[in-house]
């Protein structure tokens, strides 16, 4: 397992992205105090999806934006609900929080 940060480290509606090995990225977004993990993968193009350091979220912070072409996804399910990958997912990673607040990614796959 690789620690990423604390739960606590994340406010609600912030996101947050994290270089993992093999040029592998991932990011997590905290909404309602339940995070979400995601590999840093736009299912259209394959690019990173944020646009500026550890920001992933659109300008209402309700929904992940990719920066570069605008698809938005649903924070809960990954789910692309607008843009050119309507109807695909952003890849869940496996996250494990222990009794001390801290997340760490069990699994990209
Ligand atoms: S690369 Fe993400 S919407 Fe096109």
């Known amino acids: 397992m690789k ?4 739960a606590s480290d ?3 509606n912030q996101s947050k992205g994290f270089e993992i090995e093999n040029s592998e990225a991932v990011f997590l977004v905290k909404k309602s105090d339940q995070i979400y993990g ?3 993968h736009c299912p259209h193009l394959g690019v990173n999806l ?3 350091e550890d ?4 300008s209402t912070d309700t929904l992940i934006q990719c920066a570069m072409h605008g698809a938005l996804f649903s924070v809960e ?4 609900v607008s ?7 952003l890849k869940t990673i496996e996250l494990h929080q222990d009794s001390d607040d801290k997340i760490f990614l069990v699994s990209n796959d």
């Not at 620690?3 to 604390?6: G, I, P, S, T």
């Not at 920001?55 to 659109?58: A, E, G, N, S």
């Not at 399910?77 to 692309?80: A, D, I, P, V």
Request: charged share 20%; with cysteine.
């Open 83 to 89: 843009g050119p990958c309507r109807g695909q997912n």
């Open 77 to 80: 399910s990954g789910l692309c």
């Open 38 to 40: 995601y590999q840093n």
């Open 55 to 58: 920001q992933f979220l659109d």
């Open 10 to 12: 994340l406010d609600n």
């Open 3 to 6: 620690f990423l940060c604390l």
């Open 50 to 52: 944020e646009w500026k």
